[in-house]
């Protein structure tokens, strides 16, 4: 398994229908230790916060120059193939890979 980066976004308060409109996440990608890319989507509740799913997208449909942009279904496991399950609820999703020469 390869390493691991976590990056995060900003919390949305007071919604359940949050909307993130945030510059692009950049991080440098190594494509022989990285398979895919997992979000996982919490809830920050006044005390701690609950984990609502995951969502895997394939890191190889990226390196084809596919752009990802979609609504997915929300895993209840971060070990769960993409589309594997019944959905817990679903997040719009837009991915992008740009190389840098």
Request: hydrophobic share 35%; no cysteine; aromatic share 8%.
């Amino acid at each position: 398994m390869g390493k691991h980066k976590i990056t995060k976004t900003k919390t949305i308060e007071n919604t359940l229908d949050p909307v993130w409109d945030e510059e692009p996440i950049k991080f440098p990608l190594n494509e022989t230790e990285v398979e895919d890319i997992l979000f996982k989507i919490k809830d920050r509740d006044l005390v701690g916060s609950d984990t609502l799913g995951f969502v895997r997208i394939v890191l190889k449909d990226l390196l084809e120059g596919k752009k990802i942009d979609g609504w997915f279904p929300l895993s209840k496991k971060s070990t769960s193939k993409p589309g594997a399950g019944s959905p817990l609820g679903e997040i719009k999703i837009s991915v992008q890979f740009v190389g840098v020469y």
